[in-house]
Structure formats: C-alpha cells, structure tokens
C-alpha cells in the first residue's frame, strides 16, 4: 500500500516568510509525528497527533511553529518567519496508534532551505 | 530528561567485516528500543527492533543485545556489504509514542 508521502520534497524561501508542510499518513494510522533533521544530526521530536486527543507539541522550538492535523488524517506544518536555522530536513511520520510503542514509518522529508 | 547516547558517530569497516553500535539511554522506564537505517537522501526505515523482556534478537546479518541493568544497547551487523552504508539511528521508549533517538552513526562499508 501507499507509504507516508510529503510535500514538498524541497522548499527554498527568503528569510521572514511562511511555509507550510504537508504529510499524508497511512490510511488507517492514528498517530503522527513531526520531526526536524539537521545537517548531520539525529531526529529531534516536534509534534505528536493521536486521533482527537490533544496534541503533544512540547517539542516545538518556538511559537512560531505550529501544526494541525485536519480528519485524523492529512498534517500541515507550519513555519512563521522562517530563519536560517530553519533550514532542516522536516519528516513525518506515521504509526498505528501511539499509545503503545509501534514502528513509525517515515516520509521521504521536505528539505527546507532558508536564505 | 531523557537521552539517548550513540557510539560511535562514523565508522569504516572492511567489506565482510563486522560493525557493531552503541547507545546508551538515561531513562530506566524504556522498554523498546528501534533502530533505523536512513540511506543518502531516503527516509529513515526500520531494520530491527528489541524490547526490554528479550536480550538479544537476531535477523539474518543483524542482531540487537540489550543490557536493562546497565542500559545500553547494541546493533551487530555481520559480514558486512556496501549497502549497508547508511545512517544507523538508534532509538528508546518507554513504552508510547515517545521515542528519543541517538544522534546517529555513519557507517561507511568499504569494498
């Protein structure tokens, strides 16, 4: 079946303007996550869904981070006056539920590029 | 809070050689522990994962040891071939959706 998908795949923006990522999970799953990669570095955790319940955005740098997840399904990241230190790879992942520990399967990422 | 320590940050191993990486957590609650392999420019995807009432599981060229009373765990992988050069990530939970991931370890396999 279809995996995690993401768009875009590349985003380049100025420094100060918005972006928005989107994920779409498998069908099915009831948690998703967002997480940033930096150059090099491991998965830093931003944001949790599961189902209707409240989110978990205690991994949010800032507030100029936000997310929502529309239906239980579709997720849009959302970045407010981009910085350089933005710049990232941002992936989403899904899994069955996430109220036990499952494998959470990846989207191929949206590699943001402020300048 | 939570941590996850990986050892080392890159490696070289000789083709058919075998690699071995460390992680060490902080949070005796953790109970699963994944790893992940993230070749260049692909999303990272699960190859092994243990939880906290096994010591060891093995697949095929792969194994995974966990030691609770000292918490750290280990990814074995024998007879090593260039595709598995990858980003190796290794990752503790306590149990949900949590998952606090190491920094990751380059593994360079070389023929």
């Known amino acids: 079946g279809a995996g995690v998908s993401q768009s875009p795949s590349n985003k380049v923006t100025e420094k100060g303007k918005d972006v928005e990522l989107r994920c779409d999970p498998i069908?099915?799953?009831?948690?998703l996550y967002w997480y940033r990669q930096s150059l090099g570095q491991g998965l830093e955790f931003l944001i949790y869904f599961q189902g209707n319940s409240a989110p978990d955005k205690s991994g949010l740098p800032s507030d100029r981070f936000s997310a929502e997840r529309t239906g239980g399904s579709v997720s849009t990241l959302t970045i407010q006056r981009t910085q350089q230190e933005d710049s990232a790879v941002y992936l989403c992942a899904s899994s069955v539920t996430g109220t036990s520990a499952y494998e959470q399967y990846f989207g191929p990422g949206t590699r943001l590029t402020v300048t | 809070g939570e941590n996850v320590e990986q050892h080392p940050s890159t490696l070289s191993v000789q083709e058919g050689d075998s690699a071995v990486i460390k992680c060490t957590y902080s949070?005796?609650?953790?109970?699963?522990f994944p790893w992940y392999k993230q070749e260049l420019g692909k999303r990272p995807q699960l190859i092994i994962d243990i939880r906290s009432n096994v010591g060891e599981k093995k697949d095929q060229r792969i194994a995974v040891t966990l030691n609770k009373t000292a918490k750290h765990f280990s990814l074995h992988i024998t007879e090593t071939q260039p595709e598995d050069s990858a980003v190796y990530f290794c990752a503790a939970s306590t149990g949900t959706y949590k998952y606090i991931f190491g920094t990751g370890t380059r593994l360079k396999v070389l023929a």
């Open positions: 949070d005796s609650a953790s109970n699963y």
């Open positions: 069908s099915g799953h009831t948690a």
